[in-house]
């Protein structure tokens, strides 16, 4: 079976210190990644009070018991297009993580959070995951955003672009004026925070639309960090917009209702978590590019076998 997390699962007797979270995050491991195909409550129940996170049984049934409601929760706002069935006393697979590469990728993402210790010997080189994580965001939203426009901005290996380029581009997709780079960012700048941007043009192609400047962030090191990026203040100096845009913001975490409303006002615009990036099947089957799913399934294939091994360890 896969290992407890590493983090957020911390002993538990009179106050529950384990999170819902990553016990959701684990049993869904569990089974999309384990050789077992379904797990019950009762034996997550003697698993926690195995692993000693949990004295008392009926104490770690109280928390079980939350970790379903969450997991129900989780599969009704992503809809069928799923590897999951829950059931009100199992959680079981029902396709193979290669047969819904979206899922598992943002779950392989999410565990850098949980089991930073296997994370680290992949190293520190966020770009390709990054990469990857904004087509992710982006065929998503296409989706879901139907009329939207969605366009990729941030700098990588395969968009080497410097910030003047990425402004004129942004500034003649919405007939917006362009600004001044100078003082308000520094030669090192390379998008400024920026990953993609939604807007919602109308026929007429005049200003004053709909328009979210969108930062994807897929490594869990940097997340809070990146909460307040991009920057509105900077970007309202970069370009002159006629109406304010918004900010909006994706990450691969699954977020438990408290940590959702905190970052959504942090935020203050669109929040994408997992489920919200997932739903995308409540409109289309399939529907990530077969392209992107075959470079996705290629970058997790090694880190999935990585990550299996730790329950033979």
């Known amino acids: 079976m896969i290992p407890t997390p590493e983090t957020g699962m911390a002993y538990s007797v009179n106050i529950h210190n384990a999170r819902i979270d990553a016990a959701c995050d684990w049993i869904e491991g569990i089974v999309l990644f384990g050789s077992e195909e379904k797990v019950s409550q009762a034996e997550m129940v003697d698993r926690l009070v195995e692993e000693e996170i949990y004295k008392d049984q009926d104490f770690a049934w109280e928390f079980i018991l939350d970790v379903w409601s969450e997991l129900h929760r989780r599969r009704n706002w992503i809809g069928v297009d799923q590897p999951f069935r829950v059931t009100s006393k199992s959680f079981a697979r029902i396709c193979t993580w290669e047969d819904s590469p979206a899922d598992a990728f943002c779950m392989i993402l999410t565990f850098a959070k949980w089991y930073p210790g296997w994370a680290s010997q992949f190293g520190h080189d966020y770009t390709t995951q990054g990469e990857l994580f904004e087509e992710l965001i982006q065929a998503s939203l ?97 370009i002159v917009f006629t109406a304010h845009p918004k900010k909006a913001f994706a ?60 329950g033979l360890s």
Request: glycine share 8%; proline share 5%.
């Open 142 to 238: 296409g989706v879901q955003f139907s009329g939207w426009e969605i366009h990729k901005t941030g700098w990588s290996r395969s968009n080497v672009t410097n910030l003047e380029s990425v402004v004129n581009q942004i500034a003649g997709k919405l007939g917006e004026g362009v600004g001044q780079l100078r003082p308000w960012t520094n030669a090192k700048a390379k998008d400024a925070g920026l990953d993609l941007l939604c807007y919602r043009p109308f026929p007429d192609k005049r200003v004053g639309i709909p328009v979210f400047l969108m930062q994807c962030a897929s490594g869990e090191a940097d997340f809070e960090d990146k909460l307040r990026t991009p920057d509105l203040k900077i970007w309202e100096k970069l």
């Open 251 to 310: 990450t691969p975490l699954a977020l438990v209702d408290d940590d959702f409303k905190r970052y959504c006002n942090i935020v203050d615009g669109m929040l994408m978590d997992r489920c919200r990036i997932l739903a995308a099947g409540k409109h289309k089957r399939d529907w990530v590019p077969q392209t992107l799913s075959d470079r996705i399934t290629s970058w997790m294939r090694p880190r999935i076998e990585s990550f299996v091994n730790l």
